[in-house]
């Protein structure tokens, strides 16, 4: 490629980034060791003048953070967002930590991932890749969404009628595919209207069926742009990706930087590696700008 035609390259991919929106931003502070913080991360997507950002940490509801930057930094064009994941350090799949949650803005609740039973089982195989904090935490307790006859637990259940009635994103975690589908699908008859699988062909293990049956649910399905770039552990291909796109179509797939982590590029620098790719497979700009913004603004109620 000629130094011209790298630059007109460089131009298209700003361009595409402008109202870009990352649902799975992983900046810090957190007890996994970070890149960024959230204040730095903020401004490289005011830099590409992003639309949104939101941070997800494992342990902690983000919430505050992201309201108070948004005060004391205004004027970035970049709204600030963050949710809860239901790991142990928030008590499990517990109702009043979801409905604390929901009363202060969060706009996403996360079923188990650390301490999702289907995590801990493959912290050998899948999962061994897996960050790790700086310190060791106390041994997790393994985590499920159903109960001890298989199907949708209770607190589940409450759990999803809160997030309803805030209008929040479901996002499935670390939940193995099989539950998912039950959870999902207990979720819709509950009224959720926005659901996300998380990096459903990693640690969660979907099939191309398993990420049908979701997609028929209502779930969006968001791969990471960190298992296709270069810099990270994971190494899945272009082709891949194209696929992945294939199953679930352009409309219900979204593309989030699940960056953050030490010896990974940065969220902003992943965006611009993945349109790069998306170019590369002769994907449309109107297409890309779906998966990389557009999708993920609905699922945040911003459009």
């Known amino acids: 490629m000629t130094e011209s035609m790298s630059a007109n390259r460089d131009d298209e991919v700003a361009e595409l980034l402008v109202g870009a929106v990352d ?47 948004e005060k004391l930094v205004p004027d970035t064009g970049v709204r600030l967002f963050s949710g809860l994941a239901l790991n142990n350090a928030s008590g ?3 109702p009043h930590a979801v409905n604390h949650a929901a009363n202060i803005g969060a706009k996403i609740i996360w079923l188990p991932t ?16 897996f960050p790790k904090t700086a310190k060791k935490m106390i041994d997790p307790i393994p985590l499920s969404a159903l109960d001890a006859n298989g199907r949708v637990s209770d607190e589940t259940k409450e759990v999803l009628d809160i997030v309803a009635e805030a209008d929040m994103i479901l996002a499935g975690g670390h939940l193995p595919a099989a539950e ?3 959870v999902f699908e207990e979720a819709g008859k ?14 969660v293990n979907c099939t191309d069926d398993d990420m049908r049956a979701l997609i028929e649910l209502g779930a969006y399905l968001e791969h990471s742009i960190c298992m296709f770039i270069e810099g990270t552990a994971l190494h899945f291909t272009p082709q891949d990706l194209a696929h992945y796109i294939e199953v679930a179509g352009v409309d219900r797939t979204v593309l989030s930087s699940d960056l953050g982590l030490r010896g990974s590029p940065r969220p902003l ?10 170019l590369d497979l002769q994907v449309s700009k109107a297409d890309i700008r779906k998966m990389i913004g557009d999708n993920a603004a609905w699922l945040l109620n911003l459009q």
């Open 23 to 69: 649902l799975h931003c992983h900046s810090g502070p957190a007890a996994m060791p970070r890149i960024l913080d959230h204040h730095e991360a903020m401004l490289d997507a005011a830099e590409a003048r992003f639309r949104a950002l939101l941070y997800k940490d494992h342990f902690y509801l983000g919430v505050a953070h992201a309201v108070m930057l």
């Open 92 to 94: 499990g799949i517990n």
């Open 114 to 129: 650390l301490s999702a039973a289907n995590h801990i089982a493959q912290t050998e195989g899948a999962a061994k890749s």
């Open 180 to 182: 998912l589908i039950m």
């Open 190 to 203: 509950r009224g959720v209207k926005r659901m996300l699988v998380n990096h459903p062909t990693y640690v």
């Open 269 to 278: 620098e992943g965006y611009r590696q993945i349109v790069r790719m998306l």
